[in-house]
């Protein structure tokens, strides 16, 4: 079973920064897409940005110019740095992946279990 791993929410005041991580443990013969996808109180889950195994970004209009997404192949770990936060960007950041598990035949969708960022003074 592979169970991603999220990490760096937390408080932070308007202006401020923090970065996230998420790691793939397990058996994994490769990852092809991953990304960050967010939920406000009262709203549908979001995409936040992507990135493909070979390092093409794609990213929401509300974050481009203050969010970025890169991963490490080796670790089989994506992050996002956030800067300039603003109280809009509250919410729980999920990660997702799409792995392909070793003795699998296809990729499949996995999700982190979320972890809070609030962006408040």
């Known amino acids: 079973q592979v169970q991603l791993v999220e990490s760096g929410g937390g408080l932070v005041q308007p202006g401020g920064s923090l970065r996230l991580s998420c790691a793939a443990p397990?058996?994994?013969?490769?990852?092809?897409?991953m990304g960050w996808y967010r939920q406000a109180p009262g709203k549908e889950r979001e995409l936040v940005a992507t990135?493909?195994?070979?390092?093409?970004?794609n990213y929401a209009d509300s974050v481009k110019g203050r969010f970025t997404i890169s991963r490490d192949n080796a670790k089989n770990t994506v992050y996002l740095q956030m800067d300039s936060l603003q109280p809009e960007d509250t919410g729980v950041y999920y990660c997702?992946?799409?792995?392909?598990?070793?003795?699998?035949?296809?990729?499949?969708?996995?999700w982190g279990q979320g972890t809070q960022v609030t962006v408040s003074s």
């Open positions: 997702n992946a799409l792995i392909l598990r070793v003795g699998a035949r296809v990729a499949l969708p996995y």
């Open positions: 397990g058996s994994i013969f490769g990852i092809n897409t």
């Open positions: 990135i493909t195994s070979g390092g093409s970004t």
